[in-house]
C-alpha cells in the first residue's frame, strides 16, 4: 500500500496524534476526482458477497477514479451489521491499488460510536472517514451540537475526517457555520454535500479558501456546477453505473471546456435522477447489471423494481444515449 | 413472572407460531394505561447505570402504571450498543412485578436486523416490540414498503408488535393506509403515535374498531384528546417524571370526568413540551432529578443544558404547580 | 338586526372608539358555537351567484348555528374582487336573522389593505373580522411582525378581531408567542385554528384563561378533541354539508355526554377529510349538492371533481351513514 | 418605443390572436441577460412614489439590463393595489428606452383575474407577462390543475408569458412536468426559477432545447451555475445594488471566462443572500440607499432593519470589498 501517493505530504502519521495542538498546515490529502460510493453486493440469500465486491472492483480499476467511497448511502450502510462494515472496508483496502484513496463511511448516532467506529475504519485501510450527521434527535441536533459531535471525532480520529450532509436522508443539515468553523481543524479534509443546495456549496467554497477545505459535490446532477463555484470533485451513485463519463466530465471541468462539459452533463442528468430520487438504491444496482457490474437485490425494506418501473429506468438511460 | 397476568388469553404460545393461519381471535395484549419511555440512567463516564436504572424502577413501582417502554425515543436507544440494549430489557424484566408489562424498542433500520433484535427482546423477557418505522431511506419507505417490513417482523416476533410512528425524530409518518392494513394481523397490537395528529388518531380508531387494535398516545401532550377520541392509554415521556398525575389524568379519562380531566392535563401541557420538543432528553434527565429519581448526563452529541435553560425548565414546572 | 343579541353587552360602540385606552373588560362577543365558513355559489360562467347564496342560507336558518362566516378559506376569498367580497358581505348580513353573528375574513397581505378591508366589512355589516395571516413574505413574517400586524388592525377595526392561523393554506403557523400577546389585546376577541394542532389549542386556552380569549377549532376533524382541551366551537367546512351532525356534536360535547360525542365524531372524520384535505372545495361543493344546497362549480385554477373522484367521495359519506 | 428592437421577430402580433393554431415558431422573445426585478419606493406616509421609481431608473440607464421586471417579489407586488400594479408598469415604461424589455409580474391567485391584469399589463406597455404560480390552496395546486392555468393564460395573454416558481414565497414548486408541458405552448417563453435547485435547472433546460424555451435564474446566487448548465439570464435583486457587476458575471459568463466569473460569482454570495433570504426587501432597499438609489421604507407588515441589523448588512458588503 503505497501510502506516500494517497498523502501528499509524509506528515500525516504525526498528525494524526496530539491534535490538540496542531503541529502545522493541514495534511494534504487531496480529494480532487471522481468517487463512488460503492453499492454493496448481496447474495440471493441476503448475505454479502465479498466475491461479488471485489469482482465489481477489478472492473472498476481501468477508470481513472480518484478513489472509493464505502458506505456511504449507496452502500446501505444502515443495513450493515459493525462487523460487515468493517469487513467491506478491508476487503475493499486489500483490492485496491496504493494510488486509489478510500474512504469508509463511520457515522453512528452517538459520538463515542462514531470514534470507535472510525477508528476501527482507519485501522481496516480507510484512508479517510466519512462521517454522516447523526439525525434521529434533530431537534437537538444544533448547530452548536453537531460542532461539538464533529471536532471530538477529528480529535480522535487517527485518519482525516470528511463531513457529510445529505439532507435528503437524515432530514438535517449540517449549517453553514458548523461547516465554517470545522473547516478550520486541522483533521477535517472537506465535505460531501449532497443537498445540492448550489449556493451553500459555492459559500463553503468562498469562506474555506484559507483553510484549504475541499469540498465534493454528493451527486452527479449538481457535479458540473459545483466545479463552476469551486468544488474539486464527487461522491456520486451514478459512477457506480457510468463511472467513464462522470470522469470525463470531471476532466473537462478541469480543463474548462465548458460547452462539451455541459453537453455531457446534460445527458447525465435524467439517468442521475433515476437512480438516486427516484428509483433510489434498487435501481442503481439494476441499471449496474447493464453496464457489467453486479448489482443484485437490496436488504429489505428496500424493495426490487418491478418489471414497469424496470422498463421507465431503462428507457431513461436509452433516451439519453447510454443504452 | 405472572405470564396470565399479562395476557388476558393463554392462547399467546400457540399464536406465536404458525402466524400465517391465525387460529382465531388476537391475542388479548391489554395495553390500556400509562407507560413511562424509560430513561436510560448512564454514569458519569457514560456507561449504562443499572443500579440506577433498577433506583428508578423501586421508585415507579408505587405508581399504577400498566408498563414500560424500554428504549422508546426517550431511551436513547440510538446510543446504545445491541447488547446493552438487551441487557437493558433483561434489567428491567427482573425488576419488574409481574402484572406490569415491558415494551421493548427493537425498531432497526433494516427488516433483518430488527427481526433478530425482536426475537432477542423476546427472549430478554420482553411482553411486546415496540417497532419504530426504519427511516434513512425515507424517499424509499413508502406505504407498501413499510407494510412488508411490518408483517415480515409481525410474522417472525413470538410476542406482540406495537407499530411507532415518531415523525419528529423520523421524518417520516406510518402512513394511514399501512396502518390500516397491518392492524389486521394478528400479532400486530396497537401503535404508539407519537405525532399528535389527533384526526388521524381518531381515523385509526374509527377505521379499526372490529380488529381491537389499540391506541397509545405517544405524548402527555395530547393524552386527554387521544382519549375523547378512543386511544386506550399512553406512552409519555413525562410519566418519567410526573407519573401520579398522569395515571390521575388516565382514571378521570375513564371514568369520564372530562372537567377535571382538562384542568389537570391544561397543567401539564408546558411540562411536558419542555421536556420534550423544547429541551429533549436533557431536560427530562435534569427534571427527574427534582422528582427523587436519578436523571444525570445524556450520551453526546445530546448536549446538557446550560444554567439558563435549567431555570426556565424549572419555572415552567413550577408555574404550572408542580415545584 | 337585533346588536344587542349578538353582543351580550351594549359596551361594543363605546369600545369601538379609541381602543388606545381600552375602557374596561374585552367586549362579550360570544362565539361558542359551530360556524359554516360559506362556499361562494358561482354560476356556470364564473360570476358570484347571489341568489344561490341567499337559498342556501335559507336552508341553514333552522339550524343552530352560532353564525356564518363568510370568505374563510372555504369562501374561495382569494378569488374574489374586493367589491365581490364586500357584496357577498352586505348580502349575507341581510339575509341573517339578527341572533347569528357574521364574521367576515378581512385579511389581506399589507397592514393597510388589511386594515381597509376591515373597515368595509364592519361598515358592510360583520360583527367580527377573521384575519388570516399575510404568508407571501413568510421568511419575513416573524412573530413580532404578525403581532405588530394585528395589533394595528385591531386598533383600526370598528368590530373585534379574530385570528385565524391556516397553515396548510398560508404554508406558516401563528406563533403561540404571537397569539398570547395578542390575546390581551381588548379588541382581540380569539382565534380560529385550523392546523389541528391539538397540544396547541390546550395551550392556547390554558396561558389565556385570564383574558377570556375563545378558541375556535378550524375544522369539524379536531371538534370532540378540541371541546375537550376547551374550545368554545368550530368553524368548520364541513357544516356546510352537515349542519345538523355537527350542531349536534356541539351539543354533546357542551353536555359532557362525550361518550355519544365520540361516536358521532368519529363518523364524521372521512367525510370532513373527503371535503377539505382530500378533494377540496370542488369537494365540498360538490357534497353539498346532495344534501339540498347549490354547490355549483369553482373558479379556476381549482378544478372539478373527476366521476371517479366523486365516486368516492360519494362512497365516503355513504360507507359513514350520511348517504 | 422601438418595438422592433425588443422582439426579434415581428410576427408578435399576429401571433398574440387565434394562439389555439399557432402559425409557425415561437415568436423570437429574446430574455438573453440580466433584469433588475424593481423594488417599488414608497414615501415615508406609505405612498408609492413614482418620481423616486423614476430616478432610480435614470440611475440604471447606463447599465447594461437586459431589461426590468416589474412587481417580481421585491417589487412588493401582493402589497399593491391593482391600480397601483398598473401605473407604476406605465411609468416604467414611459421611463425605459425601447431597446430594453419590460415584464411585468401579473400572476393572480385565480386564473380570471390573472388574465384580466396580463391583459391589463400589456396594454400599459409590457413586453412580457411574468405569471407567479397561484398558492392559496396549495394542496389543490396539483401540476394538472396549474397546467391548466398557465395555458389558459398563455391563450389569453396578449404577450409572452414567463413562468415564475418561488418556492420560497408560494411554498409550491411549479412541477417539472408541467414546465415541460408549458414549454410547447408557443406564447409561453421561458421561466423565471427561483428554487435554486440547479439539477432541476438543467434538467429543463436539456427537455425543452427544442422548444427554444429560456431559462432565467431566480437569484443571484446561482447565476454562475445556472449560465454553466444552459440558463440565459437572471432576474436578481441584488441587481437593484451591485447592477454593474452582475452585467459583468453575466459577460464573463457569456465569453467563457469561468476562472474570473467564479471569483465574482464568489464575493457576490453574501451580499445576495444578506438582500433576500437574510433580511428580505428591507435590507434591500437598505442596501440600495448606500449605491446611490432610493430605497425607503417598505410597507407593513415588513419591518425596518435594527440597528444590529443595519450594521451585520453593512459588514457583508464591506467584507467582501463592494463598500
Known amino acids: 500500500m503505497a501510502l506516500s501517493t494517497r498523502l501528499a505530504s509524509p506528515l500525516r502519521p504525526v498528525l494524526c496524534r496530539g491534535l490538540s495542538t496542531p503541529p502545522g498546515p493541514r495534511p494534504a490529502l487531496d480529494l480532487a476526482g471522481i468517487f463512488p460510493p460503492l453499492a454493496t453486493p448481496f447474495s440471493p440469500a441476503g448475505e454479502v458477497d465479498y466475491a461479488r465486491l471485489e469482482g465489481n472492483l477489478r472492473r472498476y480499476a ?27 472496508v478491508s476487503r475493499v483496502r486489500r483490492a485496491l491499488p496504493g ?19 472510525t477508528v476501527s475504519m482507519a485501522q481496516a485501510g480507510a484512508d479517510a472517514a466519512l462521517v454522516v450527521t447523526p439525525c434521529y434527535y434533530r431537534g437537538a441536533m444544533s448547530g452548536t451540537a453537531l460542532e461539538r459531535h464533529y471536532a471530538e471525532v477529528a480529535e480522535a480520529s487517527p485518519i482525516p475526517v470528511v463531513l457529510y450532509s445529505v439532507p435528503a436522508n437524515t ?3 449540517l449549517p453553514l457555520e458548523a461547516v465554517l468553523a470545522l473547516a478550520q481543524h486541522p483533521n477535517v479534509a472537506g465535505i460531501k454535500d449532497s443537498g445540492g443546495d448550489i449556493t451553500r456549496l459555492g ?7 484559507r483553510e484549504g477545505f475541499q469540498v465534493l459535490a454528493g451527486s ?22 457510468l463511472g467513464a463519463p462522470l470522469c ?49 437485490p437490496c436488504r429489505a425494506p428496500l424493495a426490487p423494481l418491478s418489471p414497469a418501473q424496470e422498463e421507465e429506468l431503462r428507457e431513461t438511460f436509452s433516451a439519453n444515449g447510454w443504452l
Request: charged residues 25%.
Open 99 to 117: 494510488d486509489r484513496l478510500l474512504l469508509a463511511g463511520s457515522g453512528c448516532e452517538s459520538t463515542r460510536a462514531t470514534i470507535e467506529m
Open 203 to 209: 459559500l463553503i467554497v468562498h469562506k474555506t479558501r
Open 62 to 88: 481501468s477508470l481513472p477514479f480518484r478513489g472509493f467511497v464505502v458506505q456511504g448511502s449507496s452502500g446501505e450502510y444502515p443495513y450493515l451489521a459493525p462487523r460487515e462494515r468493517l469487513e467491506v
Open 171 to 173: 432530514g438535517l443539515e
Open 220 to 241: 452527479a446532477g449538481f457535479l458540473l456546477a459545483s466545479y463552476a463555484v469551486g468544488a474539486v470533485g464527487g461522491v456520486c451513485a451514478l459512477a457506480n453505473v
Open 248 to 296: 470525463q466530465l470531471e476532466r473537462l471541468c478541469r480543463e474548462g471546456r465548458w460547452q462539451e462539459a455541459r453537453d455531457l452533463q446534460l445527458r447525465l442528468l435524467e439517468p442521475n435522477a433515476a437512480v438516486t430520487r427516484r428509483f433510489g438504491i434498487p435501481g442503481l444496482k439494476k441499471a449496474m447489471e447493464w453496464f457489467g457490474y453486479y448489482g443484485g
